[in-house]
């Protein structure tokens, strides 16, 4: 189970160890700041999951260091305060405050909030992984039209990539050469089945380079080619 840090910015010493000692309780590593100074060292040195900041602080109230905060990281920020008026909802998110909860609060409440800020988070921060193939050790990445084995990008010819492409998107699927070229020259081509042959041997020593003891493209005689998964 994950244990996410949460830094708590609260000038008031009681309420500050009753949020920290709730929130240990449900295995967050808490680290709390009585000012902003104090906060924003915090921030940079535990680089926190999430954010709990109290507006009305002495020296750099919460706005301020909402500000200073998204300098540094785009982690969640609920503010925690006991401002009930509309335009200091409206400021805190206008600022780049991700919620609002007043004073007094449920603990448990605010332990949903946290958990929910946390998890939208982590979602909207997901790599990127709809446009890749992946077969055994080999990343296709379609949007870049490059290749990887282990992380090593394969040095691939466009016709190589283009090959290598209509086999994995039909692994077990067996391809004849005739049919491979009318799938990437077009049937109006002119030209010799014989150019797929090399291309694909071609293309299995490049694989064979980086991953000499997998087998990724077989040869079934007398058909074809086909991509095994």
Known sequence: MTSYKIV???????????????????????????DGEEAL???????????LLDIEMPEMDGFDVCVKI???????????????GVNDKVKSFELGGDDYMTKPFDFVELEARINANIR?????TKPEI????????????????ECYIEGEKIQLS?????????????????????????????????G?????????SNLRRKINQHSPNTTYIETV?????????
């Open 8 to 34: 708590i910015v609260e000038d008031e010493e009681a309420i500050r160890g009753l949020l920290k000692l709730f929130l240990e309780n449900r295995a967050f590593l808490v680290f709390s700041a009585a």
């Open 41 to 51: 060292r915090l921030v940079l040195d535990e680089k926190p999951d999430i954010i």
């Open 70 to 84: 998204r300098e540094l990281t785009n982690v969640p920020i609920i503010f925690i305060s006991s401002r009930r």
């Open 120 to 124: 939208r988070y982590m979602e909207t």
């Open 130 to 145: 709809k446009n890749v193939l992946r077969l055994k050790k080999l990343e296709i990445h379609l949007d870049s039209f």
């Open 158 to 190: 466009t016709r190589e990539m283009e090959i290598l492409i209509i086999l994995a998107k039909h692994p077990n699927h067996v391809w004849s050469a005739e049919k491979l070229y009318d799938r990437i020259w077009g049937y109006d081509s002119i």
């Open 192 to 200: 010799d089945v014989q150019t797929i042959k090399v291309h694909v």
């Open 221 to 229: 005689r007398g058909f074809g080619y086909k991509m095994t998964n």
